[in-house]
């Protein structure tokens, strides 16, 4: 209950004063801006096939036809009123790729964003973009080899690689072995504490 005597009024309308100051501002900390630098994407192209597999966890070919089948979705197109020109898919792409191919710190979303010159929201909205793109595809492109496909396959990693019966290996899969191999069996010792091995594909 407000009173009209003038100590009363006073205080009400300091209070009134607050309040329209919060209402006006966004923030009510202020804003710390930190220094971010594009230079990675300026060069992101000019890596070696090897130094660019690393990065995405793919060849640049592939990469460019997944942003292919990306750039054509309508979550990459600016429908909003927002004049703001939309970050690029292959921005999108590319760091949401390395997102996904690390686990724990490597994966911080802090650490992409001060590397690439992006938000904290930005980084996860790329991510979150990319990764509903990817699932909507999931049914025209995630299929089961047929059982002739299967043979060419499995007879291909007996020949290359010495694995029969095998149609398929996740990257970073290891092959565990029965006992310790006699030339130069260290090496085979993983950080799982067993004797394995792992080929790159």
Known sequence: MIRNDEENSCEFNEIMDIYRHLLASRYLN??????????????FWHYPENQF??????????????????????????????PKKPTAAWIQLMIALQRFGCFGNGAS????GRLFGFSHGSVCKFTEQVKQVLLSLNDAVIKWP?????KVISRRFKIKYGLPGCVGIV????IILSQRPHVDGEVFWNRKSQYSLMKKL
């Open 30 to 43: 202020p804003i710390s801006r930190i220094p971010k630098s594009r230079s990675m994407l300026d060069i």
């Open 53 to 82: 597999r690393q990065i995405v966890r793919m060849n640049k070919r592939s990469f460019l036809r997944l942003l292919e089948i990306l750039s054509a979705h309508p979550i990459f197109s600016n429908t909003t009123q927002n």
């Open 109 to 112: 979303v802090d650490g992409y």
């Open 146 to 150: 047929t059982v002739e496909e299967r």
């Open 171 to 174: 990257d970073g899969t290891h």
